[in-house]
């Protein structure tokens, strides 16, 4: 609770700085913070401070902000525990005959309204060399399911799965499809079956 109420308050701060992240992105911060301290002096000089002592309580409290902003941008939703929990018992079998090792579970970015549970397998490379990404030391087999959207995307090195597995148009068709999450990971095993060789 106390968590989607920090949230709650930060969201004019995250609109703030993400605004000034569209206009100029590789300075986004400073300009941020620069033009939110002058006019914050500018409202404290018309509210009687010098501004002398004006300026400085601005700067410091946009300086502030911003690194609350950030700190608070960094921290991630909880994943989807039961769609993760599906892909380790149904889709991972059949990754770890492939070569494939878990590597990760991550829910979105919180600040930025992102929904998207990312799940990460990994082997070696040279296991499947036609799927592979050059020098890459790994091959990387991403899962990306964002629920809100009603959207999947799964990749094996440079390749969509959908891609992989289209001989079977209902079946790339599904692997793009985010819902219940026991059946997506049904799909993405059977999707994964394909590419693998135990169709």
Not at 71 to 96: G, I, M, S
Not at 106 to 128: C, F, I, K, M
Not at 172 to 178: E, G, Y
């Amino acid at each position: 609770m106390g968590v989607d109420r920090a949230l709650l308050l930060l969201r004019p701060v995250h609109g703030w700085f993400f605004f000034w992240e569209r206009v100029i992105p590789s300075l986004y911060r400073v300009v941020a913070v620069a033009v939110a301290a002058a006019i914050s002096a500018f409202a404290l000089v018309l509210a009687g401070l010098p501004w002398w002592v004006a300026v400085p309580i601005g700067a410091a409290l946009w300086v502030g902000l911003a690194v609350v902003q950030e700190h608070d941008e960094r921290v991630p939703r909880p994943v989807d525990e039961v769609f993760v929990r599906a892909v380790r018992e149904r889709v991972e079998p059949v990754l770890v005959a492939a070569g494939f090792t878990f590597n990760s579970a991550s829910g979105g970015q919180r600040a930025r309204r992102d929904t998207t549970d990312v799940v990460l397998y990994e082997a070696e490379p040279g296991r499947h060399p036609s799927l592979g990404e050059g020098d890459s030391p790994c091959l990387d087999l991403w899962i990306r399911r964002d629920v809100r959207s009603g959207t999947m995307e799964v990749s094996v090195g440079w390749h969509d799965l959908e891609a992989l597995v289209e001989e079977d148009p209902e079946l790339a068709a599904r692997v793009m499809r985010a819902g219940d999450a026991t059946e997506d990971a049904a799909a993405l095993a059977r999707a994964v079956a394909f590419v693998f060789g135990d169709r």
